[in-house]
């Protein structure tokens, strides 16, 4: 799961599960989440990769497969990483290992930094727009959210 859910990552699913099923094993949905722009109804398939939207977001939902029935085993893994909206991440979007410079990211790719989600990754932009660039990556502890762990979380992947 990944995008406007209270925890992204993956989740493990029953068979026959449904979209909702998922956004409740990922700690339900955060409170600014599109949930009109998803089919709640659909049911999961193995592997698959699930993201909630913002309002406004796109997002390109996968078109049903052959309803022979869910996939072998009981996990829908949905990771945020290579899937942002509309097409605008930057170049190497999906590199677990690519850097982010926290100045100049989109919220979809601050996103992708371990640890944060949609909610954080506006606060971060919102603070950026606010007190001006970020001067140090330990900077990132001023914005509501973030504490010492979650810095902790994304520290071999933010840059200034």
Same mark, same amino acid.
């Given at each position: 799961?990944?995008?406007?859910?209270?925890?992204?990552?993956?989740?493990? *699913?029953?068979?026959?599960?449904?979209?909702?099923? $998922?956004?409740?094993?990922?700690?339900?949905?955060?409170?600014?989440?599109?949930?009109?722009?998803?089919?709640? $109804?659909?049911?999961?398939?193995?592997?698959?990769?699930?993201?909630?939207?913002?309002?406004?977001?796109?997002?390109?939902?996968?078109?049903?497969?052959?309803a022979?029935?869910?996939?072998?085993?009981?996990? $829908?893994? @949905? $990771?945020?990483?290579?899937?942002? @909206?509309?097409?605008?991440?930057?170049?190497?979007?999906g590199?677990?290992?690519?850097?982010?410079?926290?100045?100049?990211?989109?919220?979809?790719? *601050?996103?992708? *930094?371990?640890?944060?989600?949609? @909610?954080?990754?506006q606060?971060?932009?919102?603070?950026?727009?606010?007190?001006?660039?970020?001067?140090?990556?330990?900077? *990132?502890?001023?914005?509501?959210?973030?504490?010492?762990?979650t810095?902790?979380?994304?520290?071999?992947?933010?840059?200034?």
């Amino acid at each position: 799961m990944s995008g406007a859910v209270v925890s992204p990552g993956v989740v493990e *699913l029953r068979p026959g599960d449904r979209v909702g099923d $998922a956004i409740e094993a990922a700690g339900g949905a955060e409170p600014e989440a599109d949930l009109d722009a998803v089919n709640l $109804a659909r049911p999961v398939q193995d592997g698959e990769q699930i993201r909630i939207p913002l309002p406004g977001e796109e997002v390109e939902q996968p078109t049903p497969g052959p309803a022979s029935g869910p996939a072998s085993g009981p996990t $829908a893994q @949905a $990771a945020g990483g290579s899937e942002s @909206a509309g097409g605008t991440g930057g170049g190497g979007a999906g590199d677990a290992d690519a850097r982010i410079d926290i100045n100049t990211a989109s919220a979809a790719q *601050l996103e992708e *930094l371990p640890g944060v989600g949609p @909610a954080i990754a506006q606060r971060i932009i919102e603070h950026r727009e606010a007190e001006g660039p970020f001067a140090s990556v330990d900077d *990132l502890e001023d914005v509501p959210g973030i504490g010492p762990a979650t810095l902790e979380k994304m520290r071999d992947r933010a840059v200034v």
